[in-house]
Nanobody, 124 residues
Framework: QVQLVESGGGLVQAGGSLRLSCAASGRTFNNYAMGWFRQAPGKEREFVARISQYGGTPNYADSVKGRFTISRDNAKNTVYLQMNSLKPEDTAVYYC?????????????????WGQGTQVTVSS
């Protein structure tokens, strides 16, 4: 089992920044690629970003490319999502997730473990 706990969400004005963190415990952190997903009210959970087991080859949704950056610190068992130039349409609950797969997966069902989510609200 891997336990994931997100933090860093909150209320921010459009154009502002937030950094989300996701702390992992349980099994060896660097066995897992990590992803960030988000879910807005009435919408399906969607892929945001993904980083491989040792920090290379990040992948991003087109909607966040150039604004969001995913990173990880395997010594701290933590993955981050730096979000800049936030827009009202970024408002959602953000989830981190872990997968043992080495291919770049963006489908939620292919992730094995999930955090409880953290709310991000961007006001206009």
């Amino acid at each position: 089992q891997v336990q994931l706990v997100e933090s860093g969400g909150g209320l921010v004005q459009a154009g502002g920044s937030l950094r989300l963190s996701c702390a992992a415990s349980g099994r060896t952190f660097n066995n897992y690629a990590m992803g960030w997903f988000r879910q807005a009210p009435g919408k399906e959970r969607e892929f945001v970003a993904r980083i491989s087991q040792y920090g290379g080859t990040p992948n991003y949704a087109d909607s966040v490319k150039g604004r969001f950056t995913i990173s990880r610190d395997n010594a701290k068992n933590t993955v981050y999502l730096q979000m800049n130039s936030l827009k009202p349409e970024d408002t959602a609950v953000y989830y981190c997730a872990a997968t043992g797969r080495y291919t770049a997966v963006v489908v939620p069902s292919l992730y094995d473990y999930w955090g409880q989510g953290t709310q991000v609200t961007v006001s206009s």
